[in-house]
């Protein structure tokens, strides 16, 4: 199978490896260059190389995101965790049987998140409306330890990443979860798995057990969490670089030409 003859999706368990990446910082991070020869080299490699987005943003904005240039994943664990789907005809498809404890464990949960956080302190609703999931944009400093108490006295988990974002989530459901339901979904090797994040709420996935990357830049409480785990390394290259540099560390596959 040729990178000019691969179907999207086709034989993931085949391919030499899987980079399975946050967006924000990490796919997206780096410099302009950094960037460019990382999405070339996978364009290039299409045929051993799988690709899965693993982050926060929500399926609209994947979609928008790869019009505009950036390589079009395979799957997608979106939502923190709580989406995950196939990419068929650049439309991104819930998997509903990898997706059924998922819906089990939110319920009714939207309502019930939204109603029992309006007007805490230091919390701003985002205005997308999730799934299986409620966001808020976060201002630490004000906010209530209450808050957090509440949201786990109602049965759900409470995440806080970057320091700027408050998500609450089915109870023990985020991206390292999801993203083993799908690698062992697809009947992919985990050891053939890169999982790349930046910040606490890739902390999940990095900690999974598959082979992982801190990338340079990397929010410091993540880095703290993850430095003296053997699967992991932390990237001294920042974003797309740190990728790079984590899939030479592991001899996943030859790397860019200049890297």
Same mark, same amino acid.
């Given at each position: 199978? #040729?990178?000019? #003859? ?13 980079? &399975?990446?946050? /967006? ?15 999405? @070339? ?5 299409? @045929? ?9 943003? !929500? ?45 089990? %464990?939110?319920?009714?949960?939207? !309502? ?12 701003? /609703? ?10 808020? *944009? ?5 906010? *209530?330890?209450? #808050? ?13 990443? @970057?320091?700027?974002?408050? @998500? ?15 690698? #062992? ?12 994040? !930046? ?10 057990? /598959?082979? %992982? ?5 990397? +929010?410091? &409480? ?12 932390? &990237?001294?290259?920042?974003? %797309?670089?740190?990728?790079? +540099? ?7 596959? &030859? ?5």
């Amino acid at each position: 199978m #040729s990178s000019d #003859s691969y179907t999207p999706g086709e034989d993931m368990a085949g391919r030499r490896f899987v980079l &399975a990446t946050d /967006l924000d910082g990490t796919f997206l991070g780096g410099s302009d260059e950094d960037r460019k020869a990382l999405y @070339d080299w996978i364009e290039a490699h299409r @045929d051993t190389i799988g690709l899965i987005f693993v982050t926060g943003r !929500d399926p609209k904005f994947i979609g928008e995101l790869c019009d505009g240039g950036v390589p079009w994943p395979e799957y997608v664990v979106g939502d923190v965790g709580t989406t995950i789907a196939r990419v068929e005809d650049k439309r991104i498809a819930p998997i509903d049987t990898l997706e059924a404890e998922i819906a089990e %464990a939110w319920g009714d949960g939207g !309502d019930r998140v939204r109603e029992a956080l309006a007007d805490h302190a230091g919390l701003t /609703l985002q205005p997308t409306d999730f799934r299986y999931r409620v966001s808020f *944009d976060l201002d630490p400093d004000k906010l *209530d330890r209450a #808050s957090i108490d509440l949201v786990h006295e109602m049965g759900y988990d409470a995440l806080i990443s @970057d320091n700027k974002y408050f @998500d609450v989530l089915p109870k023990g459901i985020s991206k390292g979860p999801s993203l083993k339901r799908l690698v #062992s979904h697809l009947g992919i090797a985990p050891n053939k798995v890169l999982a790349a994040g !930046d910040t606490l709420n890739d902390l999940s996935m990095l900690e999974c057990g /598959l082979p %992982a990357v801190a990338v340079g830049g990397a +929010e410091p &409480a993540l880095v703290e969490r993850v430095e003296g785990l053997s699967h992991v390394h932390v &990237a001294t290259a920042v974003g %797309a670089a740190g990728i790079i +540099e984590a899939v030479a560390q592991f001899d996943f596959h &030859a790397t860019p030409e200049g890297y």
